[in-house]
């Protein structure tokens, strides 16, 4: 029963999260479950489309990228062992293909969406991508205010850290100390606050907790 309760709450509020993303441009719905967004993914993104993934664990999580790679689909991204040049050959490939699929760090209740990245590839794609971008975003990212997302944006550098190796400040620190070191992964940040001009979005607001 207490379960059925958090799906329907989860209901409400992605409902009302999709308005203010309809709101300031972006297309978006809400789906209960991975499975769902999944679904969603593979029908919106054609199967001739080539598609950049840039640093998401929640578009691995809900297996979308093997979905897509046994489907045919294009895959640019820099993920696994590579060379720092392929790695950055890598990332102008996902910022150049038909669909950027991606996560964010943080969506606000009124649909502005934030993200912190250090190599910039990530914000550029999300405001420069040359084709669709397309996010899918957990419910555990939601967040009441810019504050309340930019704070939410930071937390999450910590498990990124780790899974990638880099020992920031935070991860010494246990907590954000705004860190100006060589470490940083906090270089730049992107409010989207409307859908940018010539830009074409899709955002998927997923009932279920997914990446950090
Ligand atoms: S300590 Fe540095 S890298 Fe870590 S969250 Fe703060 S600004 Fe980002």
């Given at each position: 029963?207490?379960?059925?309760?958090?799906i329907k709450?989860n209901e409400i509020?992605g409902g009302?999260?999709?308005?203010?993303?309809?709101?300031?441009?972006?297309?978006?719905?809400y789906?209960?479950?991975?499975?769902?967004?999944?679904?969603?993914?593979?029908?919106?993104?054609?199967?001739?489309?080539?598609?950049?993934?840039?640093?998401?664990?929640?578009?691995?999580?809900?297996?979308?990228?093997?979905?897509?790679?046994?489907?045919?689909?294009?895959?640019?991204?820099?993920?696994?062992?590579?060379?720092?040049?392929?790695?950055?050959?890598?990332?102008?490939?996902?910022?150049?293909?038909?669909?950027?699929?991606?996560?964010?760090?943080?969506?606000?209740?009124?649909?502005?969406?934030?993200?912190?990245?250090?190599?910039?590839?990530?914000?550029?794609?999300?405001?420069?991508?040359?084709?669709?971008?397309?996010?899918?975003?957990?419910?555990?990212?939601?967040?009441?205010?810019?504050?309340?997302?930019?704070?939410?944006?930071?937390?999450?550098?910590?498990?990124?850290?780790?899974?990638?190796?880099?020992?920031?400040?935070?991860?010494?620190?246990?907590?954000?100390?705004?860190?100006?070191?060589?470490?940083?992964?906090?270089?730049?940040?992107?409010?989207?606050?409307?859908?940018?001009?010539?830009?074409?979005?899709?955002?998927?607001?997923?009932g279920?907790?997914?990446?950090?």
């Amino acid at each position: 029963m207490e379960h059925e309760n958090v799906i329907k709450a989860n209901e409400i509020i992605g409902g009302d999260v999709v308005k203010a993303l309809n709101r300031r441009g972006f297309e978006a719905e809400y789906v209960p479950t991975g499975q769902d967004a999944l679904k969603r993914i593979l029908e919106i993104i054609p199967p001739d489309a080539s598609v950049g993934i840039p640093g998401t664990v929640t578009v691995r999580d809900i297996g979308a990228l093997d979905a897509l790679k046994e489907r045919g689909n294009i895959i640019y991204q820099h993920w696994g062992k590579m060379t720092p040049q392929e790695m950055r050959e890598a990332r102008f490939k996902e910022n150049e293909a038909d669909v950027f699929l991606t996560s964010a760090n943080a969506l606000t209740r009124d649909g502005e969406i934030i993200n912190i990245d250090g190599t910039g590839n990530r914000v550029a794609g999300m405001a420069w991508g040359r084709g669709l971008v397309l996010f899918v975003i957990g419910i555990n990212k939601l967040a009441f205010d810019l504050a309340d997302g930019l704070k939410r944006a930071k937390a999450a550098t910590i498990p990124n850290a780790v899974r990638q190796n880099v020992e920031t400040a935070c991860v010494k620190a246990g907590h954000c100390v705004n860190c100006l070191n060589d470490e940083s992964m906090c270089r730049a940040i992107l409010i989207l606050n409307q859908a940018v001009k010539g830009r074409k979005y899709h955002v998927i607001i997923i009932g279920e907790n997914f990446g950090y």
